[in-house]
């Protein structure tokens, strides 16, 4: 390809600029609703013109600094904040995450907002007509979603995100936790694949389980003693917290549920109920190791619910026994193959991705062999 003149290169640089700007005056003269949406929308069609200008022959990674260097001068010197260069690194940097969305653009500037909507609705003109760009999240959240680099880690994050409304605050800790990778490992390879495509699905009482579940929010040092009553009451302090650590459809029923069974009282720790499940889920907290008499209790736990408890429309009642600690082998002999009991490990402080990551790297290693 023949090198192009500095004036050629200008044209271009000056045409780009000029369509650039069309967006930023479009969808600043649409603030009335839908705000988010249009920064969103805006920002994507910023980074494919920035995308579709480099790849007009000037692939060097210089001039894609300098281009954006130009273009955030120009800019912030004509709309104030937020076209830095850094900022346009990130609408250039969407635009790659997300191109699979972008139906072919037919003209440059090929978008606009249909008025009498309860919202805006982004349109992308293509050679078969007009076709949305579906995007569902605020700008803020899309830019931490491009640091995510596996693209089915990124799309379950998304899909949550915009499924149980987490504010960014709670994107980070989700990812921080390493949320997909402790659902991932209690899932065959089909199941991870559903996680990239639709979220965490519940539909059977497993679809619940990850492990471990982090509790970092409750504030007890993991260097402390504590008690399991000190473990409870932080975790009814949190409570709201603790149900987003559990998962999808949780209600909270009851602390320290009393029954009577032969004369004797007994009580369960936490009370919930599953709404997408229709069933009751039993909580014992453990601070210690596990044990077959704490699997044994749950045991007599669930066996009380499903008789005495639950109605023939509910479906049988789940036990989840939490605990520092627990032996595989031992619940493998004290439960048997069909028992809606499961231990699963919790821990105070948040896990390191990296050895989830491996782990799961590993674990799909086995399923291989």
């Known amino acids: 390809m023949a090198k192009r003149s500095a004036a050629a290169v200008k044209a271009d640089e000056s045409s780009l600029l000029e369509r650039i700007r069309d967006l930023i005056v479009t969808a600043r003269s649409s603030v009335a609703r839908g705000i988010d949406l249009v920064q969103v929308h805006t920002s994507f069609l910023i980074g494919l013109h920035i995308v579709e200008h480099e790849q007009q022959g000037q692939t060097r990674s210089d001039y894609g600094k300098a281009l954006l260097t130009v273009l955030a001068e120009r800019l912030s010197g004509e709309f104030g904040k937020g076209f830095s260069r850094s900022s346009l690194a990130a609408m250039r940097s969407f635009y790659l995450a997300y191109q699979d969305r972008a139906p072919k653009v037919q003209t440059a500037s090929g978008f606009l907002i249909q008025s009498g909507e309860t919202a805006p609705r982004w349109i992308v003109q ?126 909270f029923e009851a602390r320290q549920k009393r029954f009577t069974f032969d004369g004797d009282h007994f009580f369960v720790d936490l009370v919930f109920y599953n709404r997408l499940l229709r069933c009751y889920v039993l909580v014992d907290l453990k601070i210690g190791k596990l044990t077959h008499q704490d699997l044994g209790q749950m045991q007599m736990y669930v066996n009380y619910f499903d008789r005495h408890v639950k109605t023939e429309a509910e479906n049988a009642t789940v036990g989840i026994v939490l605990c520092k600690k627990k032996n595989e082998a031992l619940v493998e002999i004290t439960l048997p193959a069909d028992a809606n009991i499961h231990a699963r490990e919790y821990q105070l402080y948040l896990p390191s991705k990296e050895e989830l990551r491996q782990k799961l790297q590993e674990w799909l290693g086995d399923a291989k062999a």
Do not use: C, M
């Open 126 to 251: 293509t050679a078969s007509g007009q076709s949305p760009i579906p995007f569902g999240l605020s700008w803020s959240h899309y830019v931490f979603l491009t640091t995510i680099k596996n693209p089915d880690e990124r799309s379950f994050y998304e899909i949550e995100a915009i499924g149980q409304n987490w504010p960014l605050r709670e994107l980070r800790r989700q990812f921080d936790s390493g949320l997909y990778e402790r659902l991932a490992l209690s899932r065959d390879k089909d199941g991870i694949r559903q996680l990239a495509r639709k979220g965490q699905i519940v539909t059977q009482p497993a679809d619940l389980l990850k492990e471990p579940l982090v509790l970092e929010f409750l504030g007890l040092d993991e260097r402390e003693r504590y008690s399991e009553s000190d473990l409870e009451a932080a975790v009814i302090n949190q409570i709201g917290q603790f149900l987003l650590e559990l998962g999808k459809g949780f209600l």
